[in-house]
């Protein structure tokens, strides 16, 4: 029988357990603004919002890691959880940064295919991190994951032969490479997650 040392309360469960809800909000105001273009800046203002309080919950669980003697799995993987998620928002928001700033109005509908996919992938997170206490139905929950970033990479791979293709001008071609990658970058950093929770699974479940 594997004995396992856990603290006496849910600080860092309830911590992730925010960061997936941000997750999951962040997405659907960026959804709000590709469906609202023509009101781009009102719609990041309120994403900016969103990556701020990432910021907040990634330095709580980062404050709470460091004066914590007993945690609930290692330390290391609290740290790179944390930050990966924080990077997922960053991503998020450099897409409605980019989209505001470039005054785009009309949305390619790959990207509205991108944004499914992570909005499908932010869900099946705030499911997992509800989940991470119990170690119950992870292992599922991890790949669907990993299958949905798969599907993600098709998606940025027949975009990209899209946007060179000859179809865009050449300024086109630079915004929507930049906005197209930085979501294949988000959806990649949610892969990542899936497989340090998969890590804690194997360690501990």
Do not use: C
């Not at 603004?33 to 023509?38: E, Q």
């Not at 930050?83 to 928001?93: A, F, L, N």
């Not at 929950?141 to 098709?154: A, F, N």
Request: proline share 2%.
């Amino acid at each position: 029988m594997r004995f396992r040392i856990t603290p006496s309360n849910r600080e860092f469960f309830e911590d992730f357990t925010a960061v997936a809800e941000n997750l999951v909000e962040v997405i659907d105001r960026l959804q709000d603004l590709l469906a609202d273009t023509h009101h781009a800046g009102t719609h990041h203002g309120r994403v900016k919002e969103l990556e701020l309080r990432g910021d907040e919950l990634t330095g709580q669980i980062l404050r709470r890691l460091n004066s914590s003697f007993v945690t609930p799995f290692d330390r290391e993987d609290i740290h790179n959880l944390a930050g990966t998620m924080d990077d997922v928002v960053d991503d998020v928001h450099h897409v409605s940064e980019l989209i505001a700033l470039t005054g785009i109005v009309d949305v390619i509908p790959e990207l509205h295919e991108q944004v499914r996919i992570l909005t499908t992938m932010a869900s099946l997170v705030r499911d997992m991190f509800g989940r991470l206490e119990r170690m119950q139905g992870l292992p599922v929950i991890v790949s669907q994951l990993l299958e949905l970033e798969r599907d993600g990479d098709g998606i940025y791979r027949r975009t990209i032969v899209r946007l060179f293709s000859g179809e865009f001008e050449t300024l086109e071609v630079l915004k929507w490479k930049d906005i197209i990658e930085s979501m294949e970058a988000a959806i990649d950093r949610v892969e990542d997650v899936a497989d340090i929770v998969g890590s804690i699974v194997v360690k501990y479940a």
